[in-house]
């Protein structure tokens, strides 16, 4: 399936999709192709983890540790990977979580960290 062509002379795909019965398999043409949007899509359709539902926020995570960077100011439900506790490093109290979501209201450029701890 195609999902996008180039707007100038060029011909072909320039973003397809191909799905096999052992895989789901992604053309992209350009270097760096890969919008926010389309790996969002990508991760939604094939049922991946991912802590927050649009693009605007870096995310850069490991199994205790969780750093956030707002590109886009804006409010993010960020979903914790699992069932712990959040502590936010900088006041090292611990976030308060509706059903494995902290609710953030950030700024552009705002960076926030997290440790996750166990329950």
């Known amino acids: 399936a195609v999902h996008g062509r180039f707007d100038d002379e060029r011909r072909g ?4 999709e191909r799905r096999d019965p052992e895989a789901t398999r992604w053309y992209l043409s350009a270097p760096g192709g890969l919008s926010p949007e389309i790996f969002q899509r ?3 359709e094939a ?3 991912r ?4 693009p605007g926020l870096m995310v850069n995570m490991n199994g205790d540790f969780v750093s ?4 886009v100011a ?4 960020f979903r914790l990977p699992r069932k712990c ?3 936010n490093v900088k006041s090292g109290k611990e976030e308060w979580a509706f059903d494995g979501v902290l609710k953030l209201n950030l700024t552009a450029g705002e960076t926030c960290w997290f440790l996750l701890e166990d329950k």
């Open 51 to 54: 802590p927050v539902g649009k």
């Open 42 to 44: 990508i991760c939604r």
């Open 74 to 77: 804006g409010r993010y439900d």
């Open 68 to 71: 956030l960077n707002a590109l």
């Open 13 to 16: 795909a320039a973003i397809a």
């Open 85 to 87: 506790r959040a502590v």
């Open 47 to 49: 049922g991946a983890y």
